[in-house]
């Protein structure tokens, strides 16, 4: 209700206490506090709901999304968000089951995200793997001796 008052210019929703998070999201994006909200899923020891793996990068994850969304695999949860089902393998818990699947929501057709978590995928939806591309910028390439002695003094004798 809300959201469709906010876009009639009808009523700031804002007011009310019942899911204040995702109505002050509708009205004016802020990114950090969708960052820490999805942080959230990180620490969380109830071990009945789904929470991201230690080693999880939660921010570099968030950034890719919000560059690459909204697209067409999306699937419309109502009037007011989309969500999205990505692979990553090893990206959090289902109690103390090792999942691969991420479901992202969005507000509908953006790239504003509300919230993201580790998901089952139980129902075998569609799904795009971003693994691969995630995957390898965060592992880093240890920098030999030799190529630290050459970077540092190899550049003095062309000077």
């Known amino acids: 209700m809300c959201f469709l008052k906010r876009h009639l210019n009808k009523e700031d ?11 002050n999201q509708i009205f004016s994006y802020d990114e950090e506090k969708a960052i820490l909200h999805i942080k959230r899923h990180r ?9 991201f793996a230690d080693k999880f990068p939660i921010e570099n994850v968030y950034y890719y999304f ?8 999306k699937y419309i949860n109502d009037e007011i968000t989309n ?11 289902a109690g103390n089951k090792m999942v691969d699947f991420i479901k992202v929501i969005t507000l509908l057709d953006s790239n504003d995200i509300i ?13 795009i793997d971003i693994t691969p591309e995630l995957d390898e910028p965060l592992k880093r390439k240890r920098i030999s001796q030799i190529d630290k002695f050459n970077r540092r003094y190899g550049n003095e004798k062309n000077s």
């Open 13 to 23: 929703c804002r007011k009310h206490k019942e899911n204040s998070y995702l109505i």
């Open 43 to 51: 620490h969380n020891l109830n071990h009945e709901v789904f929470h």
């Open 66 to 73: 919000r560059k690459n969304l909204p697209n067409e695999k």
């Open 83 to 93: 969500s999205y089902i990505f692979k990553f393998i090893n990206s959090g818990h």
């Open 115 to 127: 919230t993201m978590y580790p998901y089952e995928n139980k129902e075998r939806r569609e799904y």
